[in-house]
């Protein structure tokens, strides 16, 4: 064992993390980085045919289930680390059970096999909107889905104990690159069907895939213990700005506008004032554990993902 400025742990290689969630789209970020650095890193996957996602970013597929505690006993054992990113698609009725249930039943497990660190991953959509800077003790507003985040955020953090598992909390922003929320965007803007919800004066604040997996690596390392983090690059734009942006590298010309009121009869009152919300956000506290993101902002890494996206030649994610 080694101490750090802020935590303890394991210097014996391979240290072994366990990543939940490890074959989605923010989870294979972070089994990457954890390959890179050194780490063996292991992806719990439900689905054997998801485990070549794993293997592709350098980890080790662990067969198992979040809500199976006898086959996460097995997948934890002789873990230094967990890392919750489980989720199940939004609507699904396991959802609730996924984040919060599995952040009990991971808690409880890294607790078994002595495990020093357990790291949640939440997101920034639990602030309140404001048009001051948001930093982590800024007042939150859950609703929705950013709700059962916000749930799973308290069920890690009542785990955390001194001496003990020592449990740390990751809030990224919008998290862009081939897949998730960005897939859908770009191809809707592509098709001119995407919709900007009010005016596009509120700010997003945005990370880059692979830095936000380099990110959790980093409060993995040196976080404090019972401590929020958020992952962002420090450059919020308007939403306006960027979904003329996307559009232009498209070749697609720039989205319209809906009314908030108009929005929320379409996709429903929460992701429509989540969508609206004013959300410029700092990275200064996770800066201070010495990450910074390799892509700044959102004007240098886009670029190259739609291009990467719409290739001939891509194969589907």
């Known amino acids: 064992m080694t101490k750090t400025r802020n935590a303890t742990v394991r210097s014996d290689k391979p240290r072994r993390i366990l990543v939940a969630g490890a074959s989605g789209f923010l989870g294979q970020s972070v089994v990457r980085a954890l390959a890179r650095a050194g780490y063996d890193a292991r992806g719990l996957v439900r689905d054997p045919l998801k485990g070549d996602r794993v293997r592709e970013n350098g980890g080790t597929p662990v067969l198992g289930d979040i809500l199976d505690t006898r086959s996460l006993e097995k997948a934890v054992a002789g873990c230094a680390g967990v890392i919750h990113l489980a989720a199940n698609p939004p ?20 607790r078994r096999e002595k495990a020093v660190r357990f790291v949640v991953g939440s997101g920034y959509w639990v602030y309140r909107g404001q048009s001051e800077l948001i930093h982590e003790d800024s007042p939150v507003e859950p609703s929705g889905e950013s709700q059962i985040n916000y749930d ?79 992952v962002v690059d420090g450059q919020p734009a308007p939403l306006r700005e960027f979904a003329d942006f996307v559009a232009a590298e ?4 720039p989205p319209p506008s809906v009314a908030v009121a108009d929005a929320a009869r379409d996709l429903g009152e929460v992701v429509a004032r989540h969508l609206a919300a004013d959300r410029p956000t700092s990275n200064g506290k996770l800066r201070g ?13 886009i670029p190259r993902i739609l291009r990467e996206m719409f290739s001939p030649n891509r194969r589907t994610p």
């Open 91 to 110: 609507g699904e009725a396991d959802l609730v059970r996924v984040r919060v249930d599995g952040t009990h039943n991971l808690a409880q497990a890294a």
């Open 152 to 230: 799973a955020e308290r069920a890690g953090l009542e785990e955390n104990s001194a001496g003990g598992l020592e449990v740390l909390v990751v809030r990224p922003g919008m998290v862009y690159g081939d897949g998730s929320w960005f897939r859908g965007l770009a191809e809707s803007i592509r098709s001119r069907e995407y919709r900007v919800v009010g005016n596009g004066a509120n700010r997003w604040s945005f990370v880059d895939r692979w830095d936000a997996g380099v990110a959790f690596q980093a409060v993995l390392e040196s976080g404090v213990p019972g401590e929020v983090y958020n």
């Open 250 to 253: 498209l070749g697609a010309p």
């Open 289 to 301: 554990l010495g990450w910074t993101p390799h892509v700044t902002m959102y004007r240098e890494g």
